[in-house]
């Protein structure tokens, strides 16, 4: 049967990223302890241990109550069962705080990049907004002219089917008068 995390009692599976606790063995999910895939490769590259909160204050009660025994208020050194909780958490918060500041910084670098193209790319729509409209004077302007010539070409198409009407009529005629010569001259 497999574990289960105390945290929230769910089964540990072979799956899930879990952590053990260096005093009591106990195993827990990760995320329930607020521990993330790198938290344990810090932990692993750097020879760190996991304190459960149960054991954490375990030893801390009994560290106090020594140190009461012995007319101490608090203990004068860091004890080995604290170390690696608070130095080594302190140590990855600090790491993943200058990470989200280099990060933070590269993402404000980025967005002034950015910035400065939606600009550029702004005032080339601006120009080829101008452009468009300057293409669509200049064509409104063609199809009147072409309207215009088109006016042009059929009248003149009417003129040349009367010239060529008058001009069959006229040969017809001319045609008729040459007969009459003849038939006079003769």
Do not use: W
């Amino acid at each position: 049967m497999p574990k289960t995390c105390p945290m929230c009692s769910k089964p540990l599976l072979d799956k899930d990223v879990s952590v053990s606790c260096n005093s009591c063995r106990t195993s827990f999910h990760a995320s329930c302890v607020d521990y993330t895939p790198s938290d344990i490769e810090f932990m692993k590259d750097n020879s760190g241990t996991f304190t459960c909160a149960k054991c954490l204050t375990r030893s801390k009660l009994r560290s106090y109550s020594t140190a009461s025994n012995t007319s101490e208020q608090f203990p004068s050194t860091v004890s080995s069962q604290d170390e690696p909780m608070s130095v080594r958490h302190f140590s990855q918060l600090m790491t993943k705080m200058s990470a989200m500041a280099d990060s933070l910084a590269s993402i404000t670098v980025h967005q002034r990049d950015l910035s400065a193209d939606i600009a550029e790319i702004k005032t080339t729509q601006s120009k080829l907004v101008d452009e468009i409209s300057g293409c669509r004077a200049l064509l409104e302007e063609h199809s009147t002219t072409l309207t215009e010539h088109r006016v042009k070409i059929d009248q003149h198409n009417d003129t040349l089917q009367l010239l060529e009407t008058q001009h069959n009529a006229l040969s017809t005629e001319m045609t008729s008068l040459g007969s009459e010569i003849n038939s006079i001259k003769k």
